[in-house]
């Protein structure tokens, strides 16, 4: 099984723009998805977006669009995901994830992945 790091987390202020990271720590051969989820105290963890490892097609949940940008480095075994113009809706501890197979808009879903990452905070805040 694939073993992933998130790093890039941090208190940021609002407007303000942060990368994260997403290394793994073995070959990614059999990857067809990388995605981040984002958790907030008492709420569900939810879709941000994602990045298909053969062809780089990239998905977004709604409330990101425009904001958020995965792209992703295979020498690396890398994705990174850009995060824009920050607001405090967006303090949340984010998860990177993995899956093997999957079918379209499977990678919506937390079931859709099979390796995840012990996730990085991510706190906007003046």
């Known amino acids: 099984q694939v073993h992933l790091e998130e790093s890039g987390g941090g208190l940021v202020p609002p407007g303000h723009s942060l990368t994260l990271a997403c290394t793994a720590s073995?070959?990614?051969?059999?990857?067809?998805?990388m995605g981040w989820f984002r958790q907030s105290p008492e709420k569900r963890r939810e879709f941000v977006g994602a990045?298909?490892?053969?062809?780089?097609?990239?998905y977004y949940a709604d409330s990101v669009k425009g904001q958020f940008t995965i792209t992703k480095d295979a020498a690396k075994k890398a994705i990174y995901l850009h995060m824009h113009t920050l607001t405090p809706e967006d303090t949340a501890t984010y998860y990177c994830a993995q899956a093997e197979r999957g079918y379209y808009g499977s990678w919506l879903n937390v079931d859709g992945y099979d390796a995840w990452g012990p996730g990085t905070q991510v706190t906007v805040s003046s």
């Open positions: 990045i298909t490892w053969s062809f780089g097609d990239t």
């Open positions: 073995e070959h990614t051969g059999s990857t067809y998805i």
